[in-house]
Structures are given as structure tokens and as C-alpha cells.
């Protein structure tokens, strides 16, 4: 789970929970400049997403 602060031009996504752990990260600043599209995709907030096969 990500969370996003916005201030003095720059976004800074705060990287929750096990996330941290895969991003290798528990931040990322990004100046909104750079920014093109933003945007939160309401079908991704699903529980069961099949069973996930990682490396095959």
C-alpha cells in the first residue's frame, strides 16, 4: 500500500506495510512536474485475485 503528501511542489509516496520489502525503498519523492497521469483504479481494490504462479 502506497500513500501520497503532496507539498512546495514534489509528491512523496510513502511505501506501507511488506511493500517496503519488494521496493527495497520506503519512500519515493517525485517532483509533480515529472508527473504526467495519476489516477486510482477503483476494479484493483479486489481480495481474490486467482492463485499466482511467481516465476512460471
Do not use: C
Amino acid at each position: 500500500m502506497v500513500s501520497v503528501i503532496s507539498k512546495d511542489g514534489i509528491s512523496i509516496f510513502k511505501i506501507k506495510g511488506l511493500h517496503k520489502i519488494w521496493a527495497m525503498e520506503s519512500k519515493i519523492v517525485v517532483s509533480k512536474a515529472r508527473i504526467i497521469r495519476a489516477y486510482q483504479n477503483k476494479e484493483e481494490f479486489t481480495f481474490w485475485k486467482g492463485f499466482r504462479m511467481p516465476g512460471t
